[in-house]
């Protein structure tokens, strides 16, 4: 028996009561200088529950595939291999999915098998940015780095749902007269290819009234990627470009990339 067990997103929300699987989030509070985001994290796989078929036997052996979808051993099999062995197992691992499974044998040479999937969410966070002034027509830009997993059988089914990029920054800027502020995200993938960019999001949709914990001096810009980008624009390494519009430096207070796999 493999242990479920679910964890708060990083707002402290509540996972779904539904389904048995194990959740994990990273809420990784990022440096200026960290341009490119790579999560990782340990997962525990506890079986220490998993009981033997009768009073009269003991459990001898608890075999992990870490990817019943990967045959890691070629031998023609997927869901045979044996990834790693143990009653619990520290697994060093990225955000993703898998479907691992876990293979107990009793002193009797029984055994039995049951599979649960592993999903592991992150979210980066950057704050208190300063991105330069727009002089030359060349517009300024923050650039950060991020994987994402979007793969189909054989490989997969391991499929990023969505990335959430979240940018705040203030309406005005008070040390240039009180000018208005324009700040625009452009997503890119491997290929360089614009897949997603927030121009056309208004300044109101950026505001208190679409978001009702943005402050009212504040811009909120919420911009989202779907499965759909990364199976028509591939995954791998994307790329979030912050890009300042106007002729004055401009002030970030968060910046947000959030990588969801369920």
Not at 25 to 51: F, G, H, I, Q, R
């Amino acid at each position: 028996e493999i242990a479920a067990s679910k964890m708060n997103d990083c707002d402290d929300g509540e996972p779904s009561a539904s389904g048995t699987y194990i959740l994990i989030w990273l809420c990784d509070e990022m440096e200026e200088s960290d341009d490119v985001y790579e999560p990782t994290t340990t997962v525990t796989l506890d079986a220490s529950e998993s009981e033997a078929g009768s009073d009269e036997a003991w459990l001898t052996a608890w075999e992990w595939d870490l990817d019943i979808e990967v045959d890691s051993d070629s031998d023609g099999e997927a869901d045979n291999d044996v990834d790693a062995t143990g009653e619990t197992y520290q697994w060093s691992t990225t955000a993703g999915e898998w479907r691992v499974q876990l293979t107990v044998t009793d002193n009797n040479g029984m055994s039995a098998s049951e599979d649960m999937w592993v999903h592991v969410n992150a979210r980066a966070s950057w704050r208190d940015l300063l991105i330069d002034r727009n002089l030359t027509g060349n517009a300024p830009t923050i650039t950060k780095t991020f994987p994402t997993i979007y793969d189909y059988p054989p490989l997969g089914p391991h499929r990023l749902s969505k990335v959430y990029f979240y940018l705040v920054y203030p309406q005005q800027d008070d040390f240039f007269g009180s000018a208005p502020n324009e700040l625009n995200l452009y997503a890119y993938n491997e290929t360089d290819e614009d897949v997603r960019n927030s121009s056309a999001i208004t300044n109101e949709q950026r505001g208190s009234s679409y978001y009702s914990d943005c402050p009212s001096e504040k811009y909120c810009l919420l911009m989202q990627s779907s499965s759909g980008d990364f199976r028509q624009y591939y995954d791998g390494t994307w790329t979030i470009d912050i890009v300042n519009e106007e002729q004055h430096d401009t002030e970030i207070d968060e910046f947000r990339i959030e990588l969801v796999y369920k």
